[in-house]
């Protein structure tokens, strides 16, 4: 066997072999069906929220709401505040990342409880300490500098319209349980500018209400007894033990600059994700099958070479996803399905013109090398606008239309590799000095 | 399947031209008439629910009266799609329905499996992206097809072909009542790249043909050429359909509509390609 071919059929095993061992962690993880973000650090294929469930929110940061000279990069500081409740809410692998102008986009896979998660990343939390105006109680209109704010038991009451003290000078929000009837209550620390504002405050107000405000609803208006110089307040509510959780959460974190709106929801239960998975790669491998032994009976022995070809398109697929971080989607899939069908089409084109070239009376040998020569700017050209089209396509759509994209992309190139150079080297080992007069096509 | 005799396909060109003429002006007439957008692109919300035990869709009816959304039930009553039109209290709607549920059948648990809100914004956002995909897609096609085959009517007649079938496979789409949402647009711009791959292939051998035979009729080159890819073009639909296929039968309610409209486009692509896109180029290389 010439030196040439030798070298051919070792590259091929060597892309095989690798293949395999990029998705040896994949196949493991998901055969035992363990939760995946326990793997080992090694690198597996991710799937998308339509596939294993989860949580799209697209927030728009309503910089409008605010004052114009508070604007600047207000939009990353909402983004990290989101960040840092999520890591203190536990989501694996989130993600968190600006879209245009004013957009944020998280995604929280593997979200049991979608509700909670959104109160979470959309509460704005903004706590201010402000001093009651009790002058006003009862006054027909609210006085100059005054606000009137609803309050969390019912009703209102009307407060100085600044704050006395916000939650940035917070240093800590914990849920406790106790007071008169074994609720829990939030126990508040300030930092250390932040206790010396509270003293201040306390000190120069006794007597007088404090109104603990979270996002413009007062949860109570304490009396000020005496000066509190360490820094340290509480806040009772009607808490159920869930909420003054969360509200700990966006506490610790912070509140954001801008109120937020979810402009976009898309949450997939885990239940409708794995039933998608088995749906799709039901559909794969059927497809996958009946194109196979369709190539066996139109193509003979030649249509065993397609086959192992479309078998290591699949592998190649699938480990330059693992390695790129590329992520498998409900369209993915149908992707990688149509990819199926397309991938032999280079097969097609190939053997076709095999056939051809036997037909006008050359060698097998020959009619093989001049095939593969004669559909290679075919193959090149009609590949191409399919990958233009799969390229606009990656550019504008949202996850699940993306990763039709990649794995539709991923197919044809990884087709064109194992159609034109795999095939052709594996009819040069096959037929390697023999001298045939008939080839099975 | 290799042919002795070529097909007269040029020949057919007039009744090919009629039947196509025809599919365009029902597609335009069924676009015309309305197009069913979903709510990726006209904003609201769908929400799946899946009970635990049958429930009554008329009592779901009753139950979110005050959303007044369309209830689609699946067979076994267990599974219902719910679409809510765009309002103000979209953002605590999930939470609403929860409630509801929780409320109506306390012994029947039911499951919110998909939840989809899209806020008018994102719709018009979205309408837009789409817009410019397709626009994109479709120059960059047209771009290098003109390039690749250097002569406008090559490319012309490859875009006439493209605008063909996805036409048609969105008209036909439509007319069936297929609510269009991103995932149909993406199936479409695919079948806009799908459809130019045959066209290309039977152009390659039209060129090949024209260059090494001079005193040809032309027609008998086109139809040599049409011939002689006619397996390769039938294989390869043949082997695509079959996975299409596997994808609208095994794949699940969510890629329904999309494998759906791949089988139209590609049966549609596969006929223009033969029947639209070369006989147009040979009436213009004829004159």
């Known amino acids: ?441 | 399947m290799s042919l002795k005799k070529d097909i007269n396909f040029i020949g057919m060109r007039n009744s090919a031209f009629a039947v196509s003429a025809l599919l365009m002006i029902f597609a335009a007439i069924s676009l015309i008439s309305g197009i069913k957008w979903g709510i990726d692109f006209t904003g609201g919300t769908v929400a799946q629910l899946k009970f635990e035990k049958p429930a009554d869709i008329s009592a779901l009816r009753k139950i979110f009266s005050e959303y007044k959304p369309v209830i689609q039930e699946y067979p076994g009553a267990k599974t219902f799609i719910l679409k809510f039109s765009q309002s103000d209290e979209m953002e605590n709607l999930s939470a609403a329905i929860v409630e509801k549920l929780k409320e109506a059948y306390p012994d029947n648990k039911a499951e919110i499996e998909r939840f989809e809100m899209v806020g008018p914004v994102v719709g018009d956002f979205l309408k837009n992206a789409a817009a410019y995909a397709f626009g994109g897609a479709l120059l960059g096609i047209i771009l290098y097809v003109a390039l690749r085959f250097k002569g406008s009517m090559w490319g012309i007649a490859a875009v006439a072909a493209i605008i063909h079938d996805v036409l048609i496979t969105f008209g036909i789409l439509v007319a069936f009542g297929t609510s269009v949402d991103l995932i149909v647009v993406t199936s479409l711009l695919f079948i806009a790249g799908y459809s130019v791959n045959d066209t290309i292939v039977i152009y390659d051998r039209i060129r090949e043909n024209l260059r090494k035979a001079q005193r040809q009729e032309t027609s008998a080159i086109f139809n040599s050429s049409i011939t002689q890819t006619l397996s390769r073009t039938l294989i390869t639909s043949l082997t695509t359909v079959m996975v299409v296929v596997c994808l609208l039968v095994f794949g699940g309610e969510i890629i329904h509509n999309f494998a759906q409209s791949l089988l139209i486009g590609i049966v549609v692509g596969t006929y223009s390609s033969v029947f639209i896109a070369s006989p147009i180029v040979y009436l213009k290389l004829k004159k």
């Not at chain 1, 927030?59 to 500081?77: G, N, Q, S």
């Open chain 1, 1 to 441: 066997m010439p030196r040439n071919l030798q070298y051919k059929i070792i590259f091929i095993l060597c892309v095989i072999g690798a293949a395999v061992y990029y998705l040896i962690p994949s196949f493991q993880t998901y055969s035992k069906k363990m939760d995946f973000y326990e793997a080992s650090g090694q690198k597996i294929l991710r799937l998308g929220l339509d596939l294993q469930g989860g949580v799209r929110l697209l927030l728009e940061v309503e910089t409008d709401k605010v004052p114009a000279e508070d604007r600047k990069d207000i939009v990353d500081r909402a983004l990290e505040i989101i960040r840092n409740r999520i890591d203190q809410f536990g989501v694996s692998e989130p993600l968190i990342v600006r879209q245009g102008e004013k957009w944020i986009v998280v995604q929280l896979p593997g979200i049991k409880d979608p509700q909670k998660a959104i109160d979470i990343v959309g509460r704005t939390a903004l706590l201010e300490f402000r001093i009651v105006d009790e002058k006003a109680a009862g006054a027909e209109t609210v006085p100059e500098g005054s606000v009137s704010l609803e309050r969390k038991s019912g009703g209102s009451i009307i407060v100085q319209s600044s704050a006395a003290l916000t939650g940035a000078a917070l240093k800590n929000a914990r849920v406790e349980i106790g007071g008169a009837y074994n609720l829990p209550y939030l126990s508040l620390e300030f930092t250390k500018e932040g206790a010396a504002d509270f003293a201040a405050i306390t000190g120069a107000n006794i007597n007088r209400q404090l109104a603990i405000v979270l996002d413009n609803v007062v949860q109570s208006a304490p009396v000020i007894r005496s000066r509190i110089p360490d820094g340290k307040a509480i806040i009772e509510g009607m808490f159920s033990m869930e909420e003054a959780k969360y509200l700990a959460i966006v506490l610790r974190a912070g509140a954001l600059p801008a109120p937020v709106k979810i402009i976009e929801n898309r949450t997939i239960g885990p239940s409708l994700g794995s039933d998608s998975i088995k749906k799709g790669t039901l559909a794969a491998v059927i497809g996958f099958f009946a194109v196979c032994i369709f190539m066996l009976i139109y193509y003979k022995k030649a249509g065993m070479l397609a086959d192992i070809a479309l078998l290591m398109n699949f592998l190649i697929i699938a480990a330059v996803m693992v390695l790129a971080g590329a992520t498998l989607t409900l369209p993915g899939i149908a992707g990688l399905v149509l990819t199926i069908g397309m991938a032999v089409d280079a097969n097609v084109l190939i053997f076709s013109r095999i056939r051809e070239e036997i037909a006008d009376g050359k060698t097998p040998l020959v009619a093989i090398d001049s095939g593969y020569e004669k559909a290679f700017s075919t193959i090149l050209d009609a590949n191409i606008t399919t990958l233009i089209a799969a390229a606009f396509l990656f550019q504008f759509g949202s996850g699940p239309i993306k990763g039709f994209a990649v794995t539709l992309s991923l197919g044809i190139m990884a087709s064109m590799f194992t159609a034109i150079f795999v095939t052709h080297t594996l009819w040069d080992a096959i037929l390697f000095g023999k001298t045939i007069e008939k080839v099975s096509i």
